[in-house]
């Protein structure tokens, strides 16, 4: 099967670029945004490295790896999810930093990256004419699928930690609204809503859920959570993470090598 490219589009084709959505893209997803949450409060509190630095720092390796992950031509398991996980502690941060450095309030927050998110949307469909994740197979097509993920963290962290701020729920009981939520619209999928909106949904919704589940992992058992900390919490998931990519590494269960049509022009260069 073949995606056919709107007349605008422009870019390098080659096969797609998002693994198949299957129970491990969604298991290490949750895994990473826990990991966002846990690795980022890791570094900046425990460590002691403030805000500002730990921010430069993520933003300048997720800078290096979506290079790579620019340059590749398919779908690289190691590479792609080393990204997702550099860009939820990015996306954690830049909510931080909004929060805690320049004392914007959670609401504002929210709306903002809300809006942001639909009109990165908006663009996207205009420009390409679909927001399928299985027709990631153009070098402008990636590009908005890393800017719609990258802002899909930040309002996933606005939202979660505004929640948490009017409800005052424990760590273990704040899993269970994103978790409900995403109940909710496997249902709706189940029951006729559209693939590529159940899917940006779920994806959202995971940002909290992930977050709340490492908050009740590493605080302390007198806030609620299991006294883990934020590092034992990080390298647990890190380790589960590198051994799920391992595994679709060697098995390549999760391709989908949905490749763009040739142009007119290479079309002619193969015959």
Same mark, same amino acid.
């Given at each position: 099967? @073949? ?14 670029? !998002?693994?198949? /959505? ?11 945004? @826990? /990991?966002? *949450? ?10 002691? =490295? ?6 430069v ?5 997720? %800078? ?23 860009? +939820?502690?990015?996306g ?6 909004? @929060? ?8 504002? +927050?929210?709306?903002?990256?809300? /809006?942001?998110?639909?009109?990165? =949307? ?5 420009? *390409? $004419? @679909? ?10 097509? *990636? &590009?908005?699928?890393?800017?719609? !993920?990258? !802002?899909?963290? &930040? ?28 109940l %909710? ?21 995971? $940002? ?7 908050? =009740? ?18 390298? !647990? =998931?890190?380790g589960?993470?590198? %051994?799920? /990519? ?5 098995? $390549? ?5 949905? &490749? ?5 022009e290479?079309?002619?260069? $193969?015959?």
């Open positions: 099967m @073949t995606t056919t490219l709107p007349a605008g589009s422009t870019g390098r084709r080659m096969l797609n670029k !998002v693994p198949e /959505v299957t129970v491990f893209f969604w298991v290490i997803k949750i895994l990473c945004t @826990t /990991v966002g *949450e846990s690795f980022a409060d890791y570094v900046n509190e425990t460590l002691g =490295f403030g805000l500002t630095n730990t921010t720092l993520f933003s300048v390796g997720l %800078a290096v790896v979506l290079a790579l992950q620019f340059r590749a031509r398919r779908y690289i398991p190691g590479i792609y999810w080393l990204a997702v996980v550099l860009i +939820s502690v990015v954690t941060l830049l909510t931080d930093n909004l @929060t805690d450095a320049h004392g914007v309030a959670l609401w504002v +927050s929210s709306t903002v990256f809300a /809006v942001l998110l639909a009109g990165v =949307f908006a663009a996207w469909y205009a420009r *390409e $004419r @679909t927001l399928s994740i299985h027709s990631i197979n153009t070098t402008p097509r *990636e &590009a908005w699928y890393w800017l719609v !993920v990258l !802002v899909t963290f &930040a309002l996933g962290t606005a939202v979660g930690d505004w929640t948490l701020e009017l409800t005052g729920w424990s760590a273990g009981a704040s899993i269970l609204l994103p978790a409900s939520l995403i %909710a619209v496997l249902a709706a999928w189940r029951f006729g809503m559209g693939p590529v909106l159940s899917f940006w949904l779920a994806y959202i919704l995971t $940002r909290p859920l992930g977050a709340n589940i490492g908050d =009740f992992l590493a605080l302390p058992n007198g806030d609620g959570g299991l006294g883990l900390g934020t590092l034992v919490t990080s390298l !647990v =998931f890190l589960t993470i590198l %051994a799920t /990519v391992v595994y679709l590494t060697v098995t $390549r269960i999760d391709r989908t090598e949905l &490749a763009a049509p040739p142009t007119p290479e079309q002619a260069v $193969r015959s």
